[in-house]
């Protein structure tokens, strides 16, 4: 059982940037990715980034592509989501989850953390 745990969150000015940390408990083969969600109030979850482990490639939705930077440090087991030139409707709690390589579900999922952002 993989524990995910983040960090990070908080209320910032829009323009503003911080920087997300998602700690895992243990890593084995079956952990592919961490992608990083967020759910907005009153809307769904959505996609925001994810990283593989092995080869560290990106991919990002369109809405934080440019502004969003995801990271990873293997020796920590720990993702980082730097979030730079952040906007109002960047508002939700983040969440982090663990991609599993053979079915390609997101198993494992964090508590989440708040960010805010003000305008």
């Known amino acids: 059982q993989v524990e995910l745990v983040e960090s990070g969150g908080g209320l910032v000015q829009a323009g503003g940037s911080l920087r997300l940390s998602c700690a895992a408990s243990?890593?084995?083969?079956?952990?592919?990715?961490m992608g990083w969600f967020r759910r907005a109030p009153g809307k769904e979850r959505e996609f925001v980034a994810r990283?593989?482990?092995?080869?560290?490639?990106?991919y990002y939705a369109d809405s934080v592509r440019g502004r969003f930077t995801i990271s990873k440090d293997n020796a920590k087991n720990t993702v980082y989501l730097q979030m730079n030139s952040l906007k109002p409707e960047d508002t939700a709690v983040y969440y982090c989850?663990?991609?599993?390589?053979?079915?390609?579900?997101?198993?494992?999922w964090g508590q989440g953390t708040q960010v805010t952002v003000s305008s």
């Open positions: 243990e890593r084995t083969f079956s952990n592919y990715a």
């Open positions: 990283i593989t482990w092995d080869t560290g490639l990106t």
């Open positions: 989850a663990e991609q599993n390589r053979f079915t390609s579900t997101f198993d494992y």
